[in-house]
T-cell receptor, first 112, second 114 residues
């Protein structure tokens, strides 16, 4: 079952523009994480936001979390062609089990 | 640091064959897991381990076995390959920092069952 669902499924923007991806989930979480996957590669951890946090920044990344709406967003500012990848949100509901449940991802294409 | 190493990178199997996908990490992470990724979908958890000698089932465990005899290694065995197991398999490991954790992924094994 998919805990997180990303929206949109695909996004195409020009270099320099901002890219926003959204993630909705169904159950209470301990934390939510975002990952990037370049074509044919493994996933790379980008950022983790805890359930008691509302916003977090890392370089050009900004993540928000609204636990009342069970949703999160990932904003990439001043996008670059190298940001072209698929982006996945993943939720952790139990720190003991430590299993992450991934959404189906957003494919981002940044046009040079 | 090599991180998480998966072998092989590509494999073609015939229906009914068995094989083992290897996963090794050199970061002394206690937690390791196996996911499969199918086209247009996210990752689904197959099996995971919270430490040597301890394994448990994930969301889609049928047709797969795992063992964890050492902290470093977490092999995934396909008992009798089926076309439905055609997928890309990812191994991941993590360690808890301040009660929270991010995963480190291997580069994947692309498996085709014919």
């Amino acid at each position: 079952s998919q805990q997180g669902e990303e929206d949109p499924q695909a996004l195409s923007i020009q270099e320099g523009e901002n890219a926003t991806m959204n993630c909705s989930y169904k159950t209470s979480i301990n934390n939510l994480q975002w990952y990037r996957q370049n074509s044919g590669r493994g996933l790379v951890h980008l950022i983790l936001i805890r359930s008691n946090e509302r916003e977090k920044h890392s370089g050009r990344l900004r993540v928000t979390l609204d636990t009342s709406k069970k949703s999160s967003s990932l904003l990439i500012t001043a996008s670059r062609a190298a940001d072209t990848a698929s982006y996945f949100c993943a939720t952790a509901t139990d720190t003991g089990r430590r299993a992450l449940t991934f959404g189906s991802g957003t494919r981002l294409q940044v046009q040079p | 640091n090599a991180g998480v190493t998966q072998t092989p990178k590509f494999q073609v199997l015939k229906t009914g064959q068995s094989m083992t996908l290897q996963c090794a990490q050199d970061m002394n992470h206690e937690y390791m897991s196996w996911y499969r990724q199918d086209p247009g979908m996210g990752l689904r958890l197959i099996h995971y381990s919270v430490g040597a000698g301890i394994t448990d089932q994930g969301e889609v465990p049928n047709g797969y076995n795992v063992s964890r005899s050492t902290t470093e290694d977490f092999p995934l065995r396909l008992l009798s390959a089926a076309p439905s197991q055609t997928s890309v398999y990812f191994c991941a490991s993590s360690v808890t920092t301040d009660g929270y954790y991010g995963y480190t992924f291997g580069s994947g094994t692309r498996l085709t069952v014919v």
